[in-house]
């Protein structure tokens, strides 16, 4: 069965330090690859998608994620942490339709 | 204007209780979607309704009926809820449905307590 594994539940980094979270999935082919972030009590929002073409991938907010076939994975970075980028972070895979595999979810707190 | 709306954003029903949970979008998607959020755990799919008929029913039980009455509107009624329906319901809307490729938009939520 396909599934989505982010294997961090909780990452803590210092403000201005840089961020990576991991997201690998399990499947034959190549699906398509989302990052989502939940602020606190609110809905998700997109950072960035994969379809196809140049692994690296940017989004907004100055994330970015690499794809990395071999690996399957999908993780995203920031070089440097702002305060407001403490959430939840949610990788996504879909396979077929557009049915939606959310991964569990790593949640990101920034100290200062 | 990638906005979904929810009304209400927080709801608090007894077991006996009937309420509805709205969603709309104007963004001229045919694809909308309700989903379930418990604390600390990923969006659990609900429903997909698609030009505004119910395609997928992930085994959702009755006491939760959705309504799309059009393109724009998208409606959860609630009926006989029990304590552990208490979650962030969530919807999405996408251009369509069935297409790997679509990116779901989500509204904020509607935080729901079942006493």
């Known amino acids: 069965a396909q599934s989505v594994t982010q294997p961090d539940i909780h990452i803590t980094v210092s403000e201005g330090a840089s961020l990576e979270l991991r997201c690998n999935y399990s499947?034959?082919?190549?699906?398509?690859l989302f990052w989502y972030v939940q602020s606190p009590g609110q809905g998700l929002q997109l950072l960035l998608k994969?379809?196809?073409?140049?692994?690296l991938v940017q989004g907004i907010k100055g994330f970015e994620a690499e794809f990395k076939r071999s690996q399957s994975s999908f993780n995203l970075r920031k070089p440097s942490v702002h305060w407001s980028d403490a959430a939840e972070y949610f990788c996504?895979?879909?396979?077929?339709?557009?049915?939606?595999?959310f991964g569990t979810g790593t949640s990101l707190t920034v100290i200062p | 204007d990638t906005e979904v709306t929810q009304t209400p954003k927080h709801l608090v029903m007894g077991m006996t209780n009937k309420k509805s949970l709205k969603c709309e979008q104007h963004?001229?998607?045919?694809?909308m979607y309700w989903y379930k959020q418990k604390a600390k755990k990923p969006p659990e799919l609900m429903f997909v309704?698609?030009?505004?008929?119910?395609?997928i029913n992930e085994s959702v039980p009755s006491r939760f009926s959705p309504e799309c009455p059009n393109s724009s509107l998208l409606n959860l009624h609630l009926h006989a809820l029990q304590p552990e329906d208490s979650a962030l319901y969530l919807c999405?809307?996408?251009?369509?449905?069935?297409?790997?490729?679509?990116?779901?938009?989500f509204g904020p939520g509607t935080r729901l307590l079942v006493l």
């Open positions: 999405a809307s996408s251009q369509l449905a069935g297409v790997a490729q679509e990116t779901q938009y």
């Open positions: 963004m001229g998607h045919r694809a």
């Open positions: 996504a895979v879909v396979l077929t339709g557009n049915q939606f595999y």
């Open positions: 309704y698609s030009y505004e008929k119910l395609s």
């Open positions: 994969y379809f196809s073409g140049d692994t």
């Open positions: 499947y034959g082919a190549t699906p398509y």
